[in-house]
């Protein structure tokens, strides 16, 4: 489930996919799903890829829609239970807030997170989602969520792992969404695995605070 780029939000994205070659269906997905107060974004890598893997990811989606309305954790540990007959997924998701003008993220499994930040000089400024090993609908590892500022212009970029490292280094803050997902699927998508990578540009208004927030 998605909403279009076009609706009035605090949130421009851009998504770019395909499936591994031979097969119909792609097992990465994504959601973006309006919030009471802000929007919940995701991405979503079924084990494996083809139809097995898919159904887990819609599955995936079709919670995560249904029960946005749950605070972060409990609505990971709500998909967790719907997926258990499934194969399961590696998931990263992030609930933005409009008034705060804030992102708390996690992310299970093998599907990347990267905040940059508008006007950082060094990559170092950048932030990586805590990724935990696990699966989501199989192996749930304890949670723990990160709560960071935003300021306009900031980019949320997730991808799968049918994306190579340093994927992040194709953004430019310029361009528009669309064209930075649809470069970066073709500059660092693999040949051996469904791939996917979304890209986020806030446009909201900044946070009053600088740095993390917020773990728990």
């Given amino acids: 489930m998605s909403m279009p780029a076009s609706l009035p939000t605090a949130i421009e994205y851009g998504v770019a996919g395909r499936p591994l070659a031979g097969e119909r269906e ?9 919030h009471s107060g802000g929007m919940l974004v995701a991405v979503a890598d079924g084990l ?8 887990a990811s819609k599955l995936a989606v079709r919670t995560l829609a249904a029960q946005a ?13 719907a997926l258990i007959k499934t194969r399961g997924v590696a998931l990263c998701i992030a609930l933005l807030e409009w008034r705060a003008a804030t992102m708390t993220w996690l992310s ?24 935990r090993n696990g699966v ?9 969520t990160a709560t960071l500022p ?11 792992d049918g ?30 695995d469904d791939a996917l990578v979304l890209v986020g540009r806030w446009k909201g208004q900044a946070a009053k605070t600088n740095g993390e927030l917020e773990a728990r």
């Fill in 48 to 55: 494996g890829h083809g139809y097995e893997a898919a159904l």
């Fill in 136 to 144: 989501v609908g199989a192996r749930l590892p304890p949670l723990r």
């Fill in 26 to 34: 792609s097992g990465d997905l994504h959601a973006v799903i309006p």
């Fill in 69 to 81: 309305h749950l605070p972060l954790l409990p609505l990971v540990k709500s998909c967790h239970e």
């Fill in 108 to 131: 299970i499994g093998n599907v990347a997170g990267v905040l940059l930040r508008a006007g950082a000089r060094r990559t170092s400024e950048h932030e990586h989602v805590l990724t």
């Fill in 150 to 160: 935003l300021c306009p212009g900031d980019l949320l970029i997730m991808a799968t």
């Fill in 163 to 192: 994306l190579r490292d340093g994927f992040h280094t194709e953004a430019t803050f310029d361009a528009p969404v669309q064209d930075l997902a649809e470069r970066i699927l073709a500059r660092h998508g693999k040949v051996t």
